[in-house]
Nanobody
Framework: VQLVDSGGGSVQAVGSLSLSCPASGYTISNYCMGWFRHAPGKVRDGFAAIYTGVGSTYYAGSVKGRFTISHDNAKNTLYLQMNSLKPEDTGMYYC?????????????????????WGQGTRVTVSS
């Protein structure tokens, strides 16, 4: 599976951005997929996951209510809608995938659970 992150950019606080992650090589119809953020000076953290088989999702508390993860099986693409952005959301954003069920909990936000990764797209939120 090849993943290509896109859609990053610069935005002011409380603004919105939408990221996409088209997949090629395999159909991502029964994959656990996630979004991760690598903020400056911090480790890479997962914050949203979705099981593409049924569309069930899990979010970290820091983004719940602001970010929405979704997928389109017809387009074989993962999406992330980010609203009410904050300066602390700044970082490199990565999509990831693994051909497995999502657990539906915090385990889905651990990067070692995933074996396919996008190249990353940068998001900068200014105050």
């Amino acid at each position: 599976v090849q993943l290509v992150d896109s859609g990053g950019g610069s935005v002011q606080a409380v603004g919105s951005l939408s990221l996409s992650c088209p997949a090629s090589g395999y159909t991502i119809s029964n994959y656990c997929m996630g979004w991760f953020r690598h903020a400056p000076g911090k480790v890479r953290d997962g914050f949203a996951a979705i099981y593409t088989g049924v569309g069930s999702t899990y979010y970290a508390g820091s983004v719940k209510g602001r970010f929405t993860i979704s997928h389109d099986n017809a387009k074989n693409t993962l999406y992330l809608q980010m609203n009410s952005l904050k300066p602390e959301d700044t970082g490199m954003y990565y999509c990831a995938a693994v051909r497995a069920y999502c657990s539906g909990g915090f385990e889905d936000l651990r990067e070692y659970e995933y074996n396919y990764w996008g190249q990353g797209t940068r998001v900068t939120v200014s105050s």
